[in-house]
DNA sequence: AACTTTATATGTTTTTTAGCATAACATACT
DNA sequence: AGTATGTTATGCTAAAAAACATATAAAGTT
């Protein structure tokens, strides 16, 4: 049977899902998954089209967001190397309600829903991991509506970059975040338009918050940069 | 074995989750279940305190709320007669994310985490239920989320009433909304002020779009109503 | 019934943020 | 290299919503 390091990770990954399936479950997901490579900037789904089932990215960064009045774009979340998404994809068959699309180049793994669903049905001790992530993409998610809506610009540009670097990671430095986004999504991810993330951004590095050096953002004094994401 | 009307109605209701388990399993439930009444307005789960297991809803109604900057209340949704609710308290053991309270008299049956636990690793069937249970909740907060963050106070307003119809249902006249809530809590589920909410509100009503009668709130012009709330 | 307390209503001011305009800069393309 | 295109930066203006200030009405309490 073909594998490729993707689906590979995606059943064997120390702190993948699936790595306590059997060794059958294994091969029915590898029967029914598939592979595709998207360039940064591709779109990977588009709201309202059918998914195909569960998503893993083997590779790369995405974001998941969906598209609000007047056409503008709300960022949900970041998804990152080895994490899956679109739990909600297996339990209705509604078409999607966000869209997603590679903020750099991305190795995505479609797994089909129906065999999947059969798995799901006969093991509950994987039931339970879905569970888990899903509740808490919850929490996450009521967090998030609270600091959108109510924290000033200055306290959601530093929420976002907080996740930012919690999601990603840093260089060796412990600095530099290891994500290289556009103004304009960081706008998006943060509920703001791009004019005041540019100007927020810039006036926090004024304050020696933050370094600027082009996309590449490096956490100067994380202390304050918490402390101005929790008083919002 | 004892049983109140509560419990029954969320073991044995046509749409309860639990409706299908064995006589074994409901007896499970049935011994590790603990019934609570709540006067309007008594606090039910308070942020940060370890809830119980999950919660069922035999009466009332109750609000999910988190405290957020300077104390500012959001609400994050409604609950109703026969839901359930608080998912996430089952597969981790952090402490509740959100208060819940009671918006009206309630009557809460408490299932604890580790019995119910115990059935959901041997039935995936009632796995499935509950993940599309959390996979809807997924869905709902993340429309929620584009609402809150992008649509204008009038469109806030018009969806949350259109919120408020879908969940608890209309009287006879099938205008009148069957929830009696403050201006308060009108305006903490729809992130706004509580003036700005009661402002909002009396221009509705001067357009004919609904009619107020104290806290009865009728929906007058449906089809407009839905327009502002999609406009934004 | 008189008195608190709480909820609703409405006008005014101030703050925050979006919207717009323009410039500098970087990147991709031919 | 030169041109087009997109991104980042910054100032200015307008709109939206919060904050504040009272007034009125309703609900509880003694």
Redesign the pocket.
Known sequence: MYRNQYIESCLENQNSLFKNLTQKEKEVILLHHFHSFFKKGEQIIEEGEKARGLLYLGSGKIKIFKIGV?G?EQILSMGRQYGFMGFNYMFSDSPSPFSVSAVEDCDVVFIDKNPLLKILKKNAELCLLFMKEMSEEIIFLNNRLVSLTQ????GRIAETLLLLRDTYGTEPDGKTIRAML???DIAHLS??????A??T??NMAAEKLIQ?E??RLMILNNTKLEHISDLG
Do not use: A, D, Q, V
């Not at 509920?191 to 005041?196: E, K, L, W």
């Open positions: 007047g503008r924290k000033h610009i200055r556009s103004r304009e509920n703001m338009t791009t004019s005041n540019i100007r951004l810039s600027i082009g996309r």
